[in-house]
């Protein structure tokens, strides 16, 4: 079974993601479409990556990822696409696959240098199109692209690590509000080697990581219900730091996002005591 993913910022309201589907099955009938998100944030390259970095473990070997996020031709993003722990990617070359390069080495990697082959009205997403479904289709990726040894990363972004900290950025909110940072469990390990913390954000801080989000209530003796409405972090399903409101409902209470004043790009450290 061929499987192609679809990870875009078009949004629903549109017919965008529609006529991709569309184009899709025009160009390989029989394969598996499935929706990772289309609500990534216009142009938002660092959250398009951790989406991905989150879900394509779910996924069979094989299986294609198209990402469309920022995917315009230009002098300083071409396309390209990487077979990356058996399974492929196919986007813009401006640091989508920034978290993955950083686990695995790619095994191999081009740029797409089909875009003469394609009508003259051809736009970005039928490259892809192009691609993924010959990929889909057991094709080669030589066929499609040319050998290239390395592909941007998203820099601006990155953990600060010292000797007594980690300074780190808010790269995704998610539908409860809780928001992601990129500081990894592996990073606050190799970092913190056992030593006491403190996270520190907007003129609040926390203590403590739980494994789970209802861990927070075993710090007392009272019923689960009463700690609702409590700040929070844990290690998420993909061991980033990750803080959270205690079962809040963003659409009537809050969440970390607005109660705690936490937005994309805003700083969050921890520091480790001696």
Known sequence: MSIITLTTDYGLKDHFVGALKGKILSELSDVTIIDISHQIDAFNVAEASYIINASYSSFPKGTVHLIGVDIELNKENQH???????????????????????????QKMVAINIHDRLPSNATDIDVFVKVACHLANGGNLNVIGKDISSIKTISELQPVVQSNSIKGHVIYIDHFGNVVTNISKKLFLETGKGRPYEILFKNKSLKNIFARYSDIANTGRYPIKDYEG?????????DFLEIAIFRSNPENVGSAKTLLGLNYRDVITIEFKN
């Open 80 to 106: 390209i696409a990487i077979l990356w722990n058996d399974q492929y990617f196919i986007c813009a070359d401006n640091g989508i696959l920034s978290i993955l390069i950083q686990k695995i080495i790619p």
């Open 230 to 238: 409590q700040k929070l972090a844990i290690f998420n399903e993909n």
